[in-house]
């Protein structure tokens, strides 16, 4: 008997997610957010070197970053999205 049926593979979508909390993330950058802590958080440690020693890009890219958690545009060091709160 020959089996041509195609194979269904279900992903489950939370597994494209994050492990890292939406809520820990907003709120080291608005508390931290200067000196790059969210950044460091999700794994982002180049792009945190660079907010610790440039004051957060003079600020405006922890309140950019700060905008982009809000929205859930803001992605971990491996591009995946956060998780929600």
Do not use: E
């Not at 492990?19 to 958080?41: N, Q, V």
């Amino acid at each position: 008997m020959n089996n041509n049926n195609p194979q269904v593979i279900v992903v489950n979508p939370a597994s494209f997610t994050s492990p890292k909390s939406k809520l820990a993330a907003l709120l080291l950058c608005f508390f931290l957010g200067i000196i790059g802590g969210h950044c460091f958080y999700v794994g982002k440690v180049g792009m945190g070197f660079l907010y610790l020693f440039t004051g957060g890009l003079c600020g405006i890219g922890a309140i950019v970053d700060f905008i982009r958690i809000l929205t859930s545009t803001y992605t971990d060091g491996n591009g995946l999205p956060i998780r929600n709160w």
